[in-house]
Nanobody, 117 residues
């Protein structure tokens, strides 16, 4: 019943931008800190951004800080990731995550971002 659906990925040239969207159903995201993760081929999954329950604070991985912006619209049950000045190292599948206090959480299916010249 709980579902997170990411969209907005695609093929982009270096220096370009994309905006990812995560739409939740079956849960009220206002009760959750929200995360964006990514996983590149042959690499471990990494946390790239998180946002507090009402959007008042955000944190970023060092390698995306200043280029990526996480935001949320709780009324729309939606989280966004604006990605600017993309480079080859940003190529990955990007996942939305709603962590639970018991250590589990909810995940989307992922959306592919490919940065290529």
């Amino acid at each position: 019943q709980v579902q997170l659906v990411e969209s907005g990925g695609g093929l982009v040239q270096p220096g370009g931008s994309l905006r990812l969207t995560c739409v939740a159903s079956g849960l009220d995201i206002s009760a959750y800190i929200m995360h964006w993760y990514r996983q590149a081929p042959g690499k471990r999954r990494e946390l790239v951004a998180l946002i507090s329950t009402h959007g008042s604070s955000q944190n970023y991985a060092e390698n995306v800080r200043g280029r990526f912006t996480i935001s949320r619209d709780n009324a729309k049950n939606t989280v966004y990731l604006q990605m600017n000045n993309l480079n080859f190292d940003d190529t990955a599948v990007y996942y939305c995550n709603a962590p639970r206090v018991d250590g589990g959480g909810y995940w989307g299916q992922g959306t592919q971002v490919t940065v290529s010249s």
